[in-house]
């Protein structure tokens, strides 16, 4: 079946969440402990809006298998022409091209927007998304020891950064 990016709307919202709710408790790709509610998707897609900042779709049919955004990396003024990446594909999904045609349009959007920074961070282990990032041309930057703590363990987190010309 083909898959579809577009723009998110509220009906994406429960999808979304399914695949926000998945990383929490299965993987290190979130360092959160507790599934989140409807309300916060809500919010956090209410915020999205407001500051304008783009969240779209992976589409199988009607259903979302995958979600990109990004948003501001820090909020001082000097930073404003860099942006942090998220990138995250259903369960049963990966390896498909999803997460390619998601940061394609993430990375376009970026730069039709002006940006010229694209940071990602990325769990240190998690060494399918820095291979996939690094595909993309992101290169690591550095990585912060022993920042996070997730399922009884000490997690690294790796910054990676896409610059556009």
Known sequence: ????????????????????????????????????????????????????????????????????TY??????????????HSVYVAPGHEGKGIGKLLLTELIRLAKESGYHCMIGGIDANNTGSIEFHKKFGF????????????FGKWLDLMFMQLLFE
């Open 71 to 84: 948003g501001p990396f820090r909020f001082k003024q000097g930073y404003r022409f860099t942006i942090e």
């Open 139 to 150: 290169v690591e930057t550095g990585v912060i020891r022993e920042s996070g703590y997730k």
């Open 1 to 68: 079946m083909e898959i579809k990016i577009l723009s998110a709307t509220f009906a994406d919202l429960n999808g979304i969440l399914e695949i926000v709710n998945h990383n929490i408790l299965h993987s290190t790709a979130l360092y959160d402990y507790d599934p989140k509610p409807y309300e916060y998707i809500e919010t956090w897609f209410a915020e999205k809006q407001d500051g304008r900042w783009p969240v779209i779709v992976a589409l199988e049919g009607d259903r979302v298998v995958g979600y990109g």
